[in-house]
């Protein structure tokens, strides 16, 4: 039931593009963005409702595939403070609330 | 800063003792969350409460109880710690229980069983 996250880890340059992706087995109900970095809590990003509606602010943005539950977590033009764990999680039709998270994806932006 | 607290920030027990983590939502936030994150299990939904009543759980053990107070605080108690219950424990907490909430997470409560 946990949702698939790829890949587990990507390093970048400063100003490169990244994708993550979140997949499940599961019909979902939305899917839930957060950062975490090392030692600190996770903080929220976005959320994605079943519509297929992508979101974003600044640079970061995401999508959701209801077809294929499938989410997509981009970030352009990456910035040093974009370093750290990425994790999705994921809200099942029937057990809203119930947040189940990927294992993260780390990512490690160098000067 | 979430506005969620947690206290304490950090917990170091033995074995077989017994230990309470406590949580104060955002204010207005009527659901609380608990959740655990290890190196080997990752972030793991443990239990939530609204508005003082049980509303979900997830993978919690029979040794963890929890509950939410009238004044929406709530309380995680860990029991007969083992060395596998070293985490650190998050509290989250949202507005309602309505399906796509953002969960606010507060700082964590790092626990180290010896």
């Known amino acids: 039931q946990q949702p698939v996250q790829s890949p587990q880890a990507v390093i970048l340059r400063e100003g490169e593009d990244a994708v993550i992706n979140c997949s499940s087995s599961?019909?979902?109900?939305?899917v839930h963005w957060y950062r975490q970095k090392h030692g600190e809590a996770p903080v929220f990003l976005m959320i994605?409702?079943?519509?297929?509606e992508q979101k974003g602010h600044d640079k970061i943005s995401a999508s959701f595939n209801e077809k294929k539950q499938q989410s997509s977590l981009y970030l352009t033009a990456s910035q040093l403070s974009y370093s750290g764990t990425y994790f999705c999680?994921?809200?099942?039709?029937?057990?809203?609330?119930?947040?189940?998270f990927g294992k993260g994806t780390k990512l490690s932006v160098k000067p | 800063d979430s506005g969620v607290t947690q206290t304490p920030k950090h917990l170091i027990t033995a074995t077989g003792q017994r230990v309470t983590l406590r949580c104060s939502p955002r204010?207005?936030?009527?659901?609380v969350y608990w959740y655990q994150q290890s190196l080997d299990q990752g972030l793991q939904f443990l239990i939530q409460?609204?508005?003082?009543?049980?509303?979900a759980k997830g993978n919690i053990l029979e040794r963890f109880s929890a509950q939410q107070f009238p004044d929406l605080h709530s309380e995680l108690n860990l029991s007969s710690l083992e060395l596998g219950d070293s985490a650190l424990y998050f509290c989250?907490?949202?507005?309602?229980?309505?399906?796509?909430?953002?969960?606010?997470f507060g700082p964590g409560t790092r626990l180290l069983v010896l």
């Open positions: 989250a907490s949202s507005v309602g229980v309505r399906p796509g909430e953002t969960q606010y």
């Open positions: 599961k019909a979902l109900y939305s």
């Open positions: 994605l409702l079943k519509g297929g």
């Open positions: 999680g994921t809200e099942k039709l029937g057990s809203q609330g119930n947040l189940i």
């Open positions: 204010s207005g936030d009527l659901s």
């Open positions: 409460y609204y508005n003082g009543e049980e509303r």
